[in-house]
């Protein structure tokens, strides 16, 4: 039986919250606002006692698989281990309840630790520089793109385009077209990288930026991105670089030694911050030299041993946050890059690419790997042989639920056929990677045996497989109660 | 501290079960000269070092819960019942990604299928989304679809509308053919008449704040009719707490009603994380932006939940997608659903009836300072406007307010350069009748 929702516990008169008694002189609210400015009806929000609410979202919990209680390797996710202590030290006082508009003088400890995340990004990615204000990766991106329209139109001139490859991951296009940019898509190479002919014949004068991935969304390191780079300079077009997969490249390589003009990372990613079933994230973005200056204000300077915002810049693009960025994320992320150190930062690139590689090892011959290079921190697989039994990639995801591992990401990239995307991160031990192995080797013998059984996956969940057609057909968004209807006085 | 598990010896296996001999053979595919196989970060540290380390930067700030604090200017600080974190920081809710398997993640599906019913009837409105980040980036996403469904390139931004989503506004527009025009306020509420010549056919939103930036309720109904006369959509941007007792956003009209969530179960923070709420109404559905669950059935005929609409999303529509957004304010949005439940309809009236009084409470005592003056004549929710004498600089009366533990009013000055004088006071459900008249000896001291 289906959990209830949080309205159907709901009780009329039952609380689950009491205020503090008034301790100011007490006017009926009528005194101080107008009577057209008053709410008529209140919300019908659940009426239920704490208990009910423990007790529910408890419930509601342990319908979730998470990283916490199950290996969950989804490309291009990097869900790997959010350390506890990062929780603690973001709910310190000091951190959690601070105000954005109190003084600098007030303040010197967060401002320290957010100008110190920029520096250890700084070295880690070989940029000169970064802001912290983006909320998430794709944040990161847009803020990203604006930079590249202030820097052509700072040089006066039109540069309408931008050149994405087609591993590119959605957000890419859309934060482009966002900006105003048309998107030129670049068909990838046999060897799945991006092909230096079609990458060629594509650029010219109106080319603003290209938007890579590197290692791209198939693991795979562009080799020639250096060329690349400077093929796109001397057209005075700029690199991009989606930094989603930097977990890739800790202690490994730096993209601002590859060229590399400008790049978000994705701390909820690679510096470990927790996904929180969709967030809060952080996508810095990190530039270089000569485009400091565009970076959003306000931007935390140090001044002798003393910190403070500078609020102004003469070519900014401006903000991108109501404030100064997801400061709880940023805490924790640095929290991590100092537990971990120069050493540990490196030992955990190198881990998730044994890892990864192992994985691909045990599980190409079953499920073929169509580019040959070794991977970095995730590979794509194919389910393509399992076609043949009317398996899917779809339903080999669906199954593995049933074994107790969370699915890779499936169809994505769009360049594999029955792609299954899988990252295993750093954090996962031998012994998981072997189960998961046995896991996806026994699936593609149900495949054969019984491939109904797979079919017919999941069945060990709460819910069997959702009608999706009908959600997106008949749009129910929101409870409602029985027999109620939404018309609201307007 | 490096949180893998693997040994040296469980390494190397599994170096040789890839067939390689070392590491290095592995990032054949990096360029050698590519290689940078070190970093100039510091060495690692222990859980106990990283908890002195953060602990001393922690310290070297000082907490509001520490101080008497009137900072408001759209960050306000409320109470959080200590069962949003006893739930919120459990790993199921902490560590999950995005429900693409829905049959894996029902409680986060359906724990947002709640919140966007909570948020819808807090603001009225038809239709809420999962959440975007902030209120500010949700104001810039409802201009944004403003100027796509009405094809219209003009924006109305009233100037009493938080100068900060006016600056996230400006950027997110950079290269969007948009025209925006901000439309100036008067006695602290902004000027119908200048909002009705500036109001055309090409006009594609207004956007308004309620309360505004100063604390004074706006006339939104009268200018909402004004917005439709000529077919623009009328954006609402709003505080949740005030809710509580002020007419929500679908009573007046609005086409799209934003805020800043954060206030419902979450920390300040230094302002971030925040909560985008994202609401409009069914007819604008189609072209809302980010994640929306869905209420379905299972093969078996059960209720489930399930991410839908995405043909909207950047993952299926690429460069023709809504928004680019895709990881949210997921978590902030779970405090949230806790935090609604807790209070319940009753108890949010009950916070903002508290916040109503101190705030009089505040604004009347405040007035007995012979320096201070009311900036407007008004009404307001938890949040006014004061005007000191010429010769009174805020800024240094407020360096006297801290050596005793007392942040004063936010001097508007850096925001409104035309108003060197004025601040901005708020006073919330933490302030307590004893911290206000405190403070009001230390002002009438400090001068």
Redesign the interface.
């Known amino acids: 039986m ?2 209830p ?3 159907e516990r709901s009780v009329p008169g ?7 008694p ?6 009926p ?1 009528a005194d ?3 009577a ?5 009806t ?7 006692a ?1 208990f009910d ?2 007790r ?3 419930r ?11 290996f ?1 390797p ?1 490309g291009s ?1 990097t ?5 506890k ?1 990062n ?17 600098a ?6 401002l ?2 957010l100008h110190g995340l920029e520096q ?1 990004l700084c ?2 990615t ?1 940029m000169a520089a970064f802001t912290l204000q983006p ?5 990161g ?3 990203g793109l ?1 930079i590249v ?2 820097y052509h139109k700072r040089k006066r001139r039109t540069r309408s385009t931008i050149l994405i490859p087609d591993s590119a ?3 890419n ?11 030129v898509q670049l068909k990838s190479g046999p060897d799945g990288l991006i092909d230096l002919k079609e990458f060629k014949s594509k650029l010219n004068r109106d080319v603003a930026a290209l938007m890579l991935t590197n290692p791209n969304t198939l693991g ?2 562009e ?1 020639n ?2 060329t690349i780079a400077a093929l796109l300079h001397e057209q005075d077009a700029l690199v991009y670089m989606d930094g989603a997969n930097m977990n890739a490249l ?5 993209p601002g ?2 060229g590399v003009d400008l790049l978000q990372l ?1 701390l ?1 990613k690679t510096f ?1 911050t ?8 952080a996508g810095p973005v990190g530039v270089a030299k000569a485009l400091e200056d565009f970076l ?1 204000v306000p931007r935390v300077r140090k001044r002798g041993t003393r910190f403070a915002w500078e ?1 102004r810049s003469r070519a900014t ?13 940023l ?1 924790r992320a ?2 991590y ?12 690139s ?2 998730a ?3 990864a ?2 994985l ?3 599980l190409q011959e079953t499920y073929p790997v169509p580019f040959h ?2 991977c ?1 921190h995730e590979f794509v697989a194919s389910a393509k042989p399992l076609k043949a039994h009317g398996v899917t990639a779809g339903d080999v ?2 199954r593995l ?1 049933d074994y107790g591992f ?2 890779p ?1 499936v169809y ?1 990239p769009l360049i594999v056929e029955e792609a299954l995307m899988i990252e295993p991160t ?5 012994e998981t990677l072997d189960q998961f192995i046995e896991a996806l080797l026994r699936i593609a013998e149900e495949a054969k045996t019984n491939p109904e059984l797979v079919r017919r996956a ?1 069945q060990r ?8 057609v ?3 057909r008949e ?5 409602m109660k029985p027999a109620q209807s ?1 018309v ?3 | 501290m490096d949180y893998a598990p693997n040994t040296d010896d469980q390494r190397q296996e599994m170096l040789r079960a890839i067939g390689v001999s070392s590491f290095e053979e592995l990032i054949n595919a990096v360029p050698v000269e590519l290689h940078q196989r070190s970093l100039h970060a510091p060495h690692g540290l222990a859980e106990a070092q990283v908890l002195e380390l953060c602990g001393a930067l922690a310290a070297r700030n000082q907490s509001l819960t520490d101080l008497t604090s009137f900072l408001g200017a759209g960050q306000y600080h409320h109470l959080i019942p200590t069962v949003v974190d006893a739930i919120a920081s459990r790993g199921e809710w902490l560590t999950p990604y995005t429900p693409y398997q829905a049959e894996a993640g029902q409680g986060t599906l359906q724990a947002i299928y709640e919140f966007q019913t909570m948020v819808c009837e807090l603001m009225q409105m038809e239709v809420a989304n999962a959440s975007l980040y902030d209120g500010a980036s949700s104001t810039a996403e409802a201009v944004i679809l403003s100027l796509r469904a009405t094809e219209q390139p003009r924006v109305l931004l009233s100037e009493a509308l938080h100068p900060h989503a006016r600056e996230v506004i400006a950027t997110y527009l950079i290269g969007a053919n948009a025209i925006v025009q901000e439309i100036p306020a008067v006695n602290g509420v902004t000027d119908l008449e200048a909002l009705g010549k500036a109001l055309r056919d090409d006009v594609a939103c207004v956007v308004m704040q309620q309360p505004n930036v100063f604390g004074c309720l706006e006339p939104m109904a009268q200018a909402g009719e004004l917005a439709h006369k000529v077919g623009a959509l009328f954006v609402s941007s709003v505080y949740p707490i005030s809710l509580g007792l002020l007419q929500p956003p679908g009573a007046y009209g609005a086409d799209i009603a934003v805020a800043e969530g954060r206030c419902l179960g979450t920390p300040i923070s230094y302002g971030g994380p925040g909560l985008g709420l994202f609401t409009t109404t069914s007819a604008l559905l189609r072209k809302i932006p980010g994640r929306l669950a869905g209420c379905t059935v299972d093969h078996a005929g059960r209720r489930g939940f399930t991410l839908t609409l995405q043909t909207r999303e950047q993952h299926i529509r690429r460069e023709k997608a809504t928004s680019n957004i895709c990881t949210n304010e997921g978590l902030i949005a779970l405090r949230a659903t806790v935090f609604m439940s807790l209070l319940g309809p009753e108890g949010l009236k009950e916070m903002a009836t508290l916040n109503l009084e101190k705030a009089h409470y505040a604004h009347e005592r405040l007035r007995d300072v012979s320096w201070l003056r009311p900036a407007f004549e008004q009404s307001f929710f938890n949040e006014f406007t004061l005007q000191c004498d010429d010769a009174v600089d805020i800024e240094v009366v407020n360096r006297t307010l801290a050596k005793a533990d007392i942040i004063g009013g936010f001097p508007l000055k850096s925001w409104y350069p035309s108003m060197p004088h004025a601040s901005l006071w708020c006073a919330t459900e933490v302030l307590s009748q004893d911290a206000i008249d405190r403070a009001v000896d230390a002002l009438k001291k400090a001068v």
């Not at chain 1, 003088?105 to 967060?110: D, H, K, L, T, Y």
């Not at chain 1, 296009?173 to 966002?178: G, I, K």
């Open positions: 289906a959990d929702l949080i309205f039952r609380r689950g919250y009491r205020l503090p008034s301790d100011t002189p007490s006017r609210p101080m606002l107008p057209d400015q008053q709410r008529a209140p919300p019908q929000w659940p009426e239920v704490e609410v423990v529910h979202y408890t509601l919990s342990q319908l979730n698989f998470s990283v916490d209680t199950h969950y989804l996710c869900m790997k281990y959010n350390p202590v929780e603690r030290v973001a709910a310190l006082p000091g951190f959690a309840w601070i105000h954005p508009l109190q003084p003088s007030q303040v010197q400890g967060v320290e630790l250890l070295a880690i070989g909320a998430a990766g794709a944040q991106e847009l803020t604006k329209a202030a991951h959605g957000t296009p859309a934060s482009a077209a966002l900006s105003g940019f048309s998107v795979l390191f080799y991105i250096k800790l202690g490994i390589s730096r030694d590859m994705n909820h470990s927790p996904h929180g079933g969709g967030g809060p994230g959003p609020t693009v401006g903000r991108v946050h109501g404030w100064f960025g997801n400061i709880g994320v805490v640095y929290a890059i100092r537990a971990l150190g120069r050493e540990g930062l490196m030992r955990a190198e881990t690419i044994i890892n590689n192992y691909k090892a045990k290079q070794s970095l995801a669906k639920l969370y699915a990401t994505f750093e954090t996962e031990s031998k999941p969940m709460p819910v069997d497989r959702l009608d999706e009908k959600a997106a749009p129910n968004l929101r409870w939404i609201h006085s307007r």
